[in-house]
């Protein structure tokens, strides 16, 4: 059977090239809003993180209505720590729209997803986007993406792909640049055309693989992805079993069936091969396991998740200002939270120590980690991290180390200060060459060589540099790198920072707290230029004697503190640190928190 009135798609991109922006184009012209309702810019950014940040984090399901056809639409996360949400989401779909900026073309992230849709066989939509930039290249952008379709051995179809020309922002979409068309109409008939029905055996046994999973306090797990054969109701009976093997086939209840209609969920009566489906009532079932029917249990195969490079360890909270401020602190709460996230992020891996109250925690990069970090926190957890490791293999008697292919777009004058840089940290030159007014610069580099030089990188380039990475492959052990080239200034002793202490640590490097705030002996309370360790005394008040007039502090000039992000803090965060993260505050310190201590076991080191 063909389904002639549906097709499945997933829009594939690098971050920022304006993928949501575009789905909320085709939702208005495709009449999914009243016309006097007010909807929110990017409204497929559900979550306050991708609203704030601006990026998508976690895949998301939508469909439209085009000429009685129905369009089922993900939109992907253009992040490569989010890759493994992208890898998953194209099993559900029979096409992508690979969508790229008309000035910076394809970028690593476009080479990553690309790569994984041509593998799968999938058609792909060609979409120039943002085509009313003043620098846009639209031509040279077009030859740029069938090098990297030639490149990545695209089959003859797949290299036949149409190309539009498109204004998300303006909703408009054409085949030529010179001509920007009106609206999307050009897009919609190109993805009827171009994109395969699906198809499958409506009348056979029940095959069904699960891509994605959402949680809901009050129904529990919900599996969704698409009916790859047969048909489903509520209430039926069904078989869950996986294609790895990792669990036994067990039995099961289909409770609610759900359809994506717009952007609501809608209660279905039943539903057939090829729709992307909500299922909730199974209690346990996760991503990548098949609902059969009872009598064929035969799972769909699963394509494998890149490993995770990165780790980190999570930890509770014991520093003396532990407990004030979270509302979840125990191991038990914050083991519980961890293993939950598990169950919709594929790419993450959680495992015990052999200590009681630490948690291994691995993800595809330090991003992916942030994002966990800071969702736990506003959710009211406080824990601990140590700084992000990277993480090594043995391959054929070798050490190995993961490598991320660097992609710097930088104003000529700072192509030689970025290249300095990168060859402190190990990174190998691969390509060069002009962009418009700007150098685009490859380079391979271990992952640990990025660590910490984010910002370093922003200062260099005065704020002009872009920088975007993506999971190379395993290469041999580069050796070591330096990990940060500053220091830490720390509280000498507990107490509240006051203006006469601050002034005189100011001198030492610089700062990142203000008068006021409360301290303890321990904390990292700012970074020194020298490399050194140096203990600060920032709870010191002046000595009053009668001679003193009252008005003489006001002198002081405090020079304003660096507020650390969280980003920023794990970047700053040295080997024998910890960063404590709090719903209210993140502050850097010691693991040992004793300055005689500390002192005795770098001596001890050394």
Same mark, same amino acid.
């Given at each position: /059977?063909?389904?002639?009135?549906?097709?499945?798609?997933?829009?594939?991109?690098?971050?920022?090239?304006?993928?949501?922006?575009? %789905?909320?184009? =085709?939702?208005?012209?495709?009449?999914?809003?009243?016309?006097?309702?007010?909807?929110?810019?990017?409204? /497929?950014?559900?979550? &306050?993180?991708?609203?704030?940040?601006?990026?998508?984090?976690?895949?998301?399901?939508?469909?439209?209505?085009?000429?009685?056809?129905?369009?089922?639409?993900?939109?992907?996360?253009?992040?490569?720590?989010?890759?493994?949400?992208?890898?998953?989401?194209?099993?559900?779909?029979?096409?992508?729209?690979?969508?790229?900026?008309?000035?910076?073309?394809? =970028?690593?992230?476009? *080479?990553?997803?690309?790569?994984?849709?041509?593998?799968?066989?999938?058609?792909?939509?060609?979409?120039?986007?943002?085509?009313? *930039?003043?620098?846009?290249?639209?031509?040279?952008?077009?030859?740029?993406?069938?090098?990297?379709?030639?490149?990545?051995?695209?089959?003859?179809?797949?290299?036949?792909?149409? %190309?539009?020309?498109?204004?998300?922002?303006?909703?408009?979409?054409?085949?030529?640049?010179?001509?920007?068309?009106?609206?999307?109409?050009?897009?919609?008939?190109?993805?009827?055309?171009?994109?395969?029905?699906?198809?499958?055996?409506?009348?056979?046994?029940?095959?069904?693989?699960?891509?994605?999973?959402?949680? #809901?306090?009050?129904?529990?797990?919900?599996?969704?992805?698409?009916?790859?054969?047969?048909?489903?109701?509520? #209430?039926?009976?069904?078989?869950?079993?996986?294609?790895?093997?990792? $669990?036994?086939?067990?039995?099961?209840?289909?409770?609610?069936?759900?359809?994506?209609?717009?952007?609501?969920?809608?209660?279905?009566?039943?539903?057939?091969?090829?729709?992307?489906?909500? $299922?909730?009532?199974?209690?346990?079932?996760?991503?990548?396991?098949?609902?059969?029917?009872? &009598?064929?249990?035969?799972?769909?195969?699963?394509?494998?998740?890149?490993?995770?490079?990165?780790?980190?360890?999570?930890?509770?909270?014991?520093?003396?200002?532990?407990?004030?401020? !979270?509302?979840?602190?125990?191991?038990?709460?914050?083991?519980?939270?961890?293993?939950?996230?598990?169950?919709?992020? $594929?790419?993450?891996?959680?495992?015990?120590?052999?200590?009681?109250?630490?948690?291994?925690?691995? !993800?595809?990069? @330090?991003?992916?980690?942030?994002?966990?970090?800071?969702?736990?926190?506003?959710?009211?957890?406080?824990?601990?991290?140590?700084?992000?490791?990277?993480?090594?293999?043995?391959?054929?008697? $070798?050490?190995?180390?993961?490598?991320?292919?660097?992609?710097?777009?930088?104003?000529?004058?700072?192509?030689?200060?970025?290249?300095?840089?990168? !060859?402190?940290?190990?990174?190998?030159?691969?390509? =060069?060459?002009?962009?418009?007014?700007? =150098?685009?610069?490859?380079?391979?580099?271990?992952?640990?060589?990025?660590?910490?030089?984010?910002?370093?990188?922003?200062?260099?380039?005065?704020?002009? !540099?872009?920088?975007?990475?993506?999971?190379?492959?395993?290469?041999?052990?580069?050796?070591?790198?330096?990990?940060?080239?500053?220091?830490?200034?720390?509280?000498?002793?507990?107490? @509240?920072?006051?203006?006469?202490?601050?002034?005189?640590?100011?001198? *030492?490097?610089?700062?990142?707290?203000?008068?006021?705030?409360?301290?303890?002996?321990?904390?990292?309370?700012?970074?020194?230029?020298?490399?050194?360790?140096?203990?600060?005394?920032?709870?010191?008040?002046?000595?009053?004697?009668?001679?003193?007039?009252?008005?003489?502090?006001?002198?002081?000039?405090?020079?304003?503190?660096?507020?650390?992000?969280?980003?920023?803090?794990?970047?700053?965060?040295?080997?024998?640190?910890?960063?404590?993260?709090?719903?209210?505050?993140?502050?850097?310190?010691?693991?040992?928190?004793?300055?005689?201590?500390?002192?005795?076991?770098?001596?001890?080191?050394?």
């Amino acid at each position: /059977m063909i389904r002639n009135d549906l097709r499945n798609i997933a829009i594939i991109a690098h971050v920022d090239h304006g993928k949501t922006t575009l %789905v909320d184009e =085709m939702l208005k012209q495709a009449g999914a809003f009243r016309e006097n309702q007010v909807v929110a810019e990017r409204v /497929m950014d559900s979550g &306050d993180l991708e609203r704030e940040r601006g990026i998508t984090i976690l895949a998301k399901n939508t469909s439209v209505l085009w000429k009685g056809v129905k369009i089922n639409i993900v939109d992907t996360p253009g992040h490569a720590d989010f890759s493994g949400e992208v890898e998953r989401i194209l099993k559900m779909v029979g096409g992508v729209i690979l969508l790229v900026d008309a000035a910076e073309g394809p =970028m690593p992230q476009t *080479r990553f997803v690309t790569s994984k849709a041509l593998e799968l066989g999938l058609k792909v939509i060609v979409v120039i986007n943002k085509i009313d *930039r003043p620098d846009a290249r639209c031509t040279e952008v077009v030859d740029e993406v069938l090098e990297l379709l030639l490149d990545l051995d695209a089959s003859e179809e797949q290299l036949d792909s149409p %190309v539009l020309f498109c204004s998300g922002r303006d909703g408009t979409a054409s085949f030529s640049p010179d001509h920007p068309g009106t609206d999307l109409a050009p897009l919609f008939e190109a993805i009827l055309e171009r994109i395969d029905p699906p198809e499958g055996d409506e009348n056979g046994p029940l095959q069904m693989l699960v891509s994605s999973i959402d949680y #809901n306090s009050f129904v529990g797990r919900i599996a969704i992805g698409k009916i790859e054969r047969g048909r489903m109701r509520p #209430n039926m009976d069904v078989v869950v079993c996986d294609y790895h093997d990792r $669990v036994q086939p067990y039995k099961a209840k289909v409770v609610n069936l759900y359809t994506i209609e717009d952007l609501k969920r809608e209660k279905a009566e039943s539903a057939m091969v090829g729709d992307i489906v909500c $299922v909730s009532g199974i209690e346990g079932i996760t991503i990548g396991e098949t609902i059969c029917a009872p &009598d064929t249990p035969e799972p769909v195969e699963f394509v494998k998740i890149t490993e995770p490079t990165v780790e980190m360890t999570f930890s509770v909270n014991d520093s003396p200002f532990a407990g004030k401020e !979270g509302k979840f602190v125990t191991t038990r709460q914050i083991r519980d939270r961890l293993y939950r996230e598990l169950l919709k992020d $594929v790419s993450l891996r959680v495992s015990d120590t052999d200590s009681t109250d630490s948690f291994v925690v691995a !993800g595809r990069g @330090e991003m992916h980690l942030s994002i966990l970090i800071e969702t736990m926190r506003r959710e009211g957890y406080e824990f601990q991290v140590s700084t992000p490791r990277v993480l090594f293999k043995e391959i054929d008697g $070798v050490k190995q180390e993961p490598i991320e292919r660097l992609t710097v777009d930088v104003p000529e004058e700072f192509v030689g200060t970025v290249m300095e840089k990168m !060859g402190a940290r190990k990174g190998e030159l691969q390509s =060069m060459h002009p962009v418009g007014s700007r =150098m685009r610069v490859q380079f391979l580099i271990p992952a640990r060589g990025l660590f910490g030089y984010r910002s370093e990188f922003l200062t260099d380039t005065k704020g002009e !540099g872009v920088m975007n990475s993506v999971f190379e492959g395993y290469a041999p052990y580069k050796g070591e790198i330096a990990r940060r080239s500053q220091g830490s200034l720390i509280a000498f002793e507990s107490g @509240e920072a006051v203006t006469y202490g601050l002034y005189n640590a100011q001198e *030492r490097g610089t700062l990142f707290i203000g008068a006021g705030t409360p301290v303890y002996e321990g904390m990292v309370v700012g970074a020194t230029p020298t490399g050194e360790d140096i203990a600060v005394n920032v709870c010191k008040r002046k000595q009053l004697t009668n001679v003193r007039a009252s008005g003489s502090d006001d002198a002081l000039r405090l020079i304003p503190p660096r507020v650390m992000s969280l980003e920023a803090a794990l970047e700053f965060l040295g080997e024998d640190e910890l960063l404590e993260v709090t719903p209210k505050n993140i502050r850097l310190r010691k693991k040992i928190l004793n300055t005689s201590m500390r002192l005795k076991a770098v001596n001890k080191k050394s």
